[in-house]
Each structure stands twice: as structure tokens, then as C-alpha cells.
Nanobody, 121 residues
Framework: QAQVVESGGGSVQAGDSLRLSCTPSGSGFSFHGVGWYRRVPGKPREPVAA???????NIPDSVKGRFTASMDNAGNTVYLQMNGLKPEDTATYYCNANLIDLGARSLTNVWGQGTEVTVSS
């Protein structure tokens, strides 16, 4: 079953940088576009960055220029680089990936379990 796992969350100080990672939980899968989202309790989930996802367009101005999605050369891991973190960036961050099952030749959209990011002032 196609799944992704996020990692790299933690507690940092305002102004610090943090890099989150998203990887398929097993072998035989390939990314076909990834979006990063975050959710703060009591607020709707919002996208913060994307790579090869033309369907994700409503990224808030508050993170533009600070958050960037990228992929390693092997295509095995997608990153969310977050710079200049602010207390209001505190949230649970999720990876949403279109995964190609190379064996079954199928495409599935999956969500990770989320990773917590806490930014202290």
C-alpha cells in the first residue's frame, strides 16, 4: 500500500531554519508531484509549498520566499525547506504526494501522518 512518511519536525527558535523530509514508506514507488500543507488547531489546512503540482496554487504570501519544496537527485525524497521561521509557523506539517506504483502502474494520492513544528519567540 502506498504511503509516505514525514520527518524532521521539532522545536526551534524564531529565525531558525528547519528542513522536513517526505519519503515513500516502501520501495517501488515514484513521486509524481508533492504538496506540503500545514494545519493549526482551529484553522483550515493550508498549502505552503509544492513541487510538480499545478493544482496547488493558493499558497499564502506569509510563507512565499521562506518555504521551498525540492526533491533529491534520485527522486526518493521531497523536502520542505523552511527559513526565517516565525511563531505563527507553529503547526503540524503534512506531505501530500501523488505516488506512482511502478509495479502496478497506478497513481495514488496519499497523505503522511504529519510532523510537528514548534517555533518559539
Amino acid at each position: 500500500q502506498a504511503q509516505v512518511v514525514e520527518s524532521g519536525g521539532g522545536s526551534v527558535q524564531a529565525g531558525d531554519s528547519l528542513r522536513l523530509s517526505c519519503t515513500p514508506s516502501g520501495s517501488g514507488f515514484s513521486f509524481h508531484g508533492v504538496g506540503w500543507y500545514r494545519r493549526v488547531p482551529g484553522k483550515p489546512r493550508e498549502p505552503v509549498a509544492a513541487i510538480d503540482r499545478g493544482d496547488i496554487t493558493n499558497i499564502p504570501d506569509s510563507v512565499k520566499g521562506r518555504f521551498t519544496a525540492s526533491m533529491d537527485n534520485a527522486g526518493n525524497t521531497v523536502y520542505l525547506q523552511m527559513n526565517g521561521l516565525k511563531p505563527e509557523d507553529t503547526a503540524t506539517y503534512y506531505c501530500n504526494a501523488n505516488l506512482i506504483d511502478l509495479g502496478a502502474r497506478s497513481l495514488t494520492n496519499v497523505w503522511g501522518q504529519g510532523t510537528e513544528v514548534t517555533v518559539s519567540s
